[in-house]
């Protein structure tokens, strides 16, 4: 009896194993059924933000904002915990922007000289992953009327400087990374007569540089974020865009038939998108429904409704749809948004994502980019890689070894001037992945 008790106490304690294991690496998600529970920034420890609200995933339940100390409006968090957000300007109702370093006292940026209270405006939209640096749209009075520029606040120095640009109506800076580059965009005057936004990216010397010689034809194309990688992801032309920094690729990803328009909202670092289509109700309403991508998912978005579904949870929703994806983690665990409400109003959502469930495995989520140029090249090939680079070599078309470097860097400027001329390969290592490349000597 005691052998029959002890065998099945292990049987036991093998399926309790079993079944941890999977509802460990299940999709998980969570629906507010409360108003003005919209989330709008989460970090990689499922940590993010509402409106007025601190929202913490592992427990499901929000915290209200430190109104008592004049914060009047949380809007970005960062993986140390950094928040910037709005409060009130000491020994006044007028509203700045704030930060708060973590576990540290919120202090107010400030505003530019020109700007007046109760007419200009400003919004915070990032804060660094390093903290150094936080980033957002603010105008300035000048002759009665206000001129619409963006920020960058720098924590460590105190810096608040303006970015106007008086060859555009107006510019606005979403994102930055740890390196300081931002993008975002401009808006010109370049649609007879009428404004368009051209996505660009700005670098610390307020150089504006358009991420497409070819400019959008219609109204509405931005960069919302860009991850550490070099990836951006936003909007062209109605469609969701991918543009690469490193590479100078753009690309639009396509959405559904029925829908009119889709925008890409954030991407994490390992490369995953989100965002929203938009279509018409059976009550002529405009609706939105969350989407997500990833390269290896091709030149189409998908549903982020399908993944829950597929896992056996309910999309619980007023109407039953998402909605808006508006933000995902870095580490591509936790998406955040909200429902078809009106923003302020609407009700929040946070998907905790289980990657085998989009059939990505760790080798595509950490894929490595690579880059070789130029491929018709005389004297020197350029190779680099956001990964160390363990090695390289560089054959023949017909399989014969020319050269093999041990590198152990990032990137390399290789002299081929005396390689006769002719069509070559280089087949780069990184970070355990190969890429294997053609380039044409001349």
């Known amino acids: 009896m005691n052998l029959i008790m002890k065998k099945l106490y292990i049987f036991l304690l093998i399926v309790l194993s079993f079944v941890s294991t999977n509802v460990f690496s299940q999709t998980e998600a969570f629906f507010s059924q409360t108003m003005a529970t919209s989330i709008r920034s989460i970090n990689n420890n499922g940590l993010g933000l509402g409106a007025a609200k601190y929202f913490d995933y592992n427990t499901k339940t929000y915290t209200p904002q430190e109104s008592s ?6 809007n970005v968090i960062n993986d140390n915990a950094d928040v910037a957000g709005e409060m ?15 576990s540290k006292e919120w202090k107010e940026i400030g505003v530019f000289p020109e700007f007046l209270f109760g007419k200009s405006s400003f919004t915070v939209f990032d804060y660094s992953e390093n903290g150094k640096y936080i980033v957002g749209q603010m105008s300035k009075r000048i002759d009665d009327k206000d001129v619409y520029g963006s920020f960058i606040y720098y924590t460590e120095t ?4 303006p970015i106007f640009n008086e060859k555009y109506t107006a510019l606005a800076v979403y994102t930055i990374n740890n390196d300081g580059l ?18 660009c990216t700005i670098d610390q010397d307020l150089t504006i540089k358009y991420i497409d010689n070819k400019l959008p034809t219609s109204a509405v194309s931005d960069i919302m974020k860009i991850n550490t990688n070099g990836l951006m992801a936003g909007e062209w032309e109605g469609l969701p865009m991918i543009y ?22 954030d991407i994490s670092d390992n490369g995953i998108a989100i965002g929203y289509m938009t279509t018409l109700n059976t009550a002529n309403q405009l609706v939105r429904e969350a989407i997500i991508w990833h390269e290896s998912f091709g030149d189409q978005v998908k549903l982020l409704s399908d993944f829950v579904k597929k896992e056996g949870l309910k999309i619980d929703t007023f109407d039953g749809l998402m909605g808006t994806a508006l933000t995902i983690s870095n580490n591509g665990k936790y998406i955040g948004g909200y429902d078809n409400s009106a923003f302020n109003f609407a009700r929040g959502w946070v998907i905790k994502l289980d990657e085998k469930l989009l059939g990505l495995n760790k080798n595509q989520l950490a894929k490595v980019s690579i880059n070789v140029f130029p491929t018709l090249v005389s004297s020197t090939l350029n190779i680099s890689s956001d990964k160390t680079i363990d090695n ?38 990184s970070n355990n992945q190969v890429k294997t490349v053609k380039f044409i000597k001349q």
């Not at 100390?69 to 949380?74: K, N």
């Not at 009130?88 to 973590?102: C, D, E, H, M, Q």
């Open 244 to 265: 690469n920094y490193k590479t100078g690729e753009r690309k639009s990803i396509k959405i559904y038939e029925g829908f009119y328009a889709g925008a890409f909202e």
């Open 392 to 429: 390289y070599k560089i054959n023949t078309i017909d399989g014969k070894l020319i050269q093999q470097v041990e590198l152990h860097r990032n990137n390399a400027q290789i002299n081929i001037h005396y390689l006769p001329k002719g069509v070559y390969l280089i087949t780069i290592q």
């Open 69 to 74: 100390l004049g914060v009047s409006l949380l």
């Open 88 to 102: 009130k300007l000491s020994g006044t109702s007028n509203k700045v922007p704030a930060f708060r370093a973590y």
């Open 158 to 161: 105190g810096e608040l400087k």
């Open 182 to 199: 931002m993008a975002g965009w401009v808006d010109d005057s370049g649609l007879n007569g009428g404004t368009r936004r051209i996505p």
